[in-house]
């Protein structure tokens, strides 16, 4: 049964598209009198951004505009499911016949011809608002009787199911729980007890960045797509197999009657590829990982809580690995519990050792092919273990709060080197460096005190400096991270959005901040190929950017053939391997020294 949300009292939300900004400002203060929140698109690109951002109550639609005219943009809302339903008047000082019957069969439901009269478009706007609620409060109404109609008829003969399934199963996605999980597990444990042939298997899975979803969005849209995630896992269980929500992020899933070893790590993959699509929430598109722990059951289990226990342990491994990947048990990653605790004390040592060091990785402008700046990245050379990967000691430190600290290290590090390569005439002045600031750093509440000293210090220009933060950072505290960016903004200090695209904020925020550069997470670039048409969100991403006077850098180049897509689609900046590795300072001197150029 389908479930429809009427809100009687709210405001209508009108998108006027038309490529003249008279028109434009004309229709949106007249409207906007009338009580209706109105927003503007200058094109159909941004239309169509708009749109799918969040969907209007209504949308007047110019016909004549330049690269998409109105046609084109209505055939795109009608093809989507997310703006189908949105209704759309045409308005055009074309008034032949012709034009109007093109108009109602590319899905228009109305059509005024210019110069129109304000009095004719408003009747016509409250007639096609007032038919849209008539519609969807039918619906409501329908939707309501069938439910009332289903429930009192099969009341009694349900009640009992309902309470079993209660006790059993998860209300939120319906799977079954930890109750009835632990009870499937206990009778593998016995089978495999009695029949030495019986193989079966435990994986539990965590979703990666579940809680930046529930903290930006909110624990609706949070639930939402736990649902989505239930039904996407669902897809590879067979009947004789158990799917269960453990509670949270968290899900279990019991393989019996496993054919062979390779058979579970064949289904892992799957499920880790099954994420790499988004999840097409109602009014957001999420991205999403998942870490997965494996455990291979057998004979000398006795209780169903160390199978899940061994699991879990593989699934912090598999977290601390990097995310998004598996990890199998073996009784060796108790030690490992133990080793990740004494990293946690080099790590806080190494800190005080000056054990950290700083790595830079140019930032090449694609129009050119020359190097524009750098990104600054933090390393540990440990003394013992040599140079560690930040996927180690980066969780750690989040999850310690050490990124602190070190984050503000960096920061210093980073614009004291690139001033003393100013002075040594060693680089082009008008290069810039980029550093990332933490979630944790972010809020500290003397983050503005602590960069302003940073550039007294380091007399480095502000210009020169850009801060990364990523959309978490942004959606934790609005009202807070505001009035920080208007500083910075004051400051002439740039601002880019890390990791851009992966869907874990409302675009919202991007008119309300000041920001520079949009950097297009690696993912989205990653599966650029020659064989493949499908960019994605890239060229969404870049016209957006355009719009809005943004820069965009896409990260994560490995391969020419992305270099020559990310081109022709005019993306501004790009860095990755395929340019360059992060390098020490001294390297990145001598590899400066060769001009690089691309």
Known sequence: MNHYNLDLTKTDDILIVDDTPDNLHLLSRMLTRQGYNVRKALNGPMALTAAQTVAPDLILLDIMMPEMDGYQVCQHLKINPKTAEIPIIFLSALDDVLDKVKGFQVGGVDYITKPFQFEEVLARVQNQLALRAAELEVRVLNAELEARVKERTQQLEEANAKLLKMALHDALTGLPNRALLMTDLQQSIQRAKADQNYQFAVLFLDCDRFK???????????????????????????????????????????????????????????????????????????????????????????EPEHLLRDADTAMYRAKALGKGQYHIFDPVMHAAALERLQLETDLRRGLEQQELVVHYQPIVALNTGKIAGFEALVRWRHPQRGLIPPGLFIPIAEETGLITPIGYWVLLEACNQLRTWQKQGLIDPSLFISVNLSVRQFAQPNLLEQIDYVLAQSQLHPDCLKLEITESAIMDNEKDVAVILKELRKRHILISIDDFGTGYSSLSYLHSFPVDTLKVDKSFVQRLNLESENVGLIPVIISLAKTMNMSVVAEGIELPEQLGILRELNCGFGQGYFFAKPLPGEELIKFLSLTPQW
């Open 212 to 302: 930046v979803v529930n903290d930006s969005l909110g624990h609706l849209v949070g639930d939402e797509l736990l649902i989505l995630i239930a039904r996407r896992l669902n897809l590879y269980i067979k009947p004789h197999n158990t799917l269960a929500r453990l509670g949270g992020d968290e899900f279990a899933i019991l393989l019996t009657e496993i054919p062979d070893f390779p058979h579970v790590i064949a289904l892992a993959d799957q499920v880790l590829a099954s994420f790499s699509e988004p999840f097409h929430l109602e009014r957001h598109e999420v991205f999403i990982n998942a870490s997965i722990g494996i455990v291979i059951g057998h004979n000398q289990y006795n």
